[in-house]
């Protein structure tokens, strides 16, 4: 199976302060990542670290396998988006003065040499999310919490990305938007086949649509395994997350 993501000995942080230690792991092509841990683990350091919005201190972080190999530990974070990093930050960070399909024509690129599946555009965002189609000429200012994370989902796939990387997508959104977005994802990683490392407050419902876990704790990695064996050990998982649990 072709690695598409490798991770080596990771110590990363803001500043001279150290949060991830000595974090290693491997994605494979096409499969989907369940990030998970308790709060101020980690997480959300590491999803950063990977994008280049962090301090790496120590080890290296590679996108690809063969020639096309990318090293993106030396790469400033706009080149890593070139590389293939598509990202979505808790802070959703989309254009809020400009329009949904301005948001989405302003960041589109062409599909990669040699890509396999359809390319996507805003025209296949709006399929996927009708409820931008019908405020395509909405500033992001007028959208709702939830669309503007389905905006922010689409801005990242209009990039025509290697890898998503999606920083707890479904927090403080109401139950409806939550399924919708659950749905969405499971077609992009599961049917589309776009690898993805997501990060979540609610484990039950990312772990079933995913392939793999990586627990952290401490800003090290505590467990690692089969999506769907962690998702089957209640009480593995409670242990492992009690507090994200009862908080998410």
Do not use: C
Request: aromatic share 4%; hydrophobic share 45%; proline share 5%.
């Amino acid at each position: 199976m072709t690695e598409l993501l490798t991770v080596d000995q990771l110590s990363a942080g803001y500043g001279e302060a150290v949060v991830l230690s000595d974090v290693s792991f491997e994605l494979p092509q096409g499969e989907t990542l369940a990030l998970l841990g308790r709060n101020g683990t980690g997480k959300t350091t590491l999803i950063n670290t990977i994008a280049g919005a962090t301090r790496q201190h120590a080890g290296s972080i590679w996108l690809g396998s063969g020639a096309g190999r990318a090293a993106l530990h030396s790469l400033p974070s706009h080149a890593r988006a070139a590389a293939g990093i598509g990202w979505v930050p808790q802070e959703r960070n989309i254009f809020k003065s400009l329009t949904v399909h301005e948001n989405l024509t302003a960041v589109a690129r062409p599909a990669r040499t040699g890509a396999t599946s359809t390319p996507w555009t805003p025209q296949r965002v709006y399929e996927m999310f009708p409820r931008l189609a019908e405020r395509k000429g909405n500033l992001g200012t007028q959208l709702s919490g939830g669309e503007q994370q389905m905006l922010a989902v689409g801005r990242a796939l209009v990039l025509n990305p290697r890898l998503l990387l999606l920083d707890e997508p479904l927090e403080g959104l109401a139950p409806i938007i939550v399924e919708e977005l659950l749905r969405a994802i499971a077609r992009i990683t599961r049917e589309e086949g776009l690898s993805a490392i997501i990060v979540e407050q609610h484990p039950q419902a990312i772990l079933a649509i995913s392939h793999r876990a990586l627990v952290l704790d401490q800003g090290r990695v505590v467990h690692r395994g089969s999506a769907s064996d962690l998702l089957a050990q209640p009480a593995l998982l409670n242990q492992l997350l009690g507090v994200a649990r009862s908080a998410g």
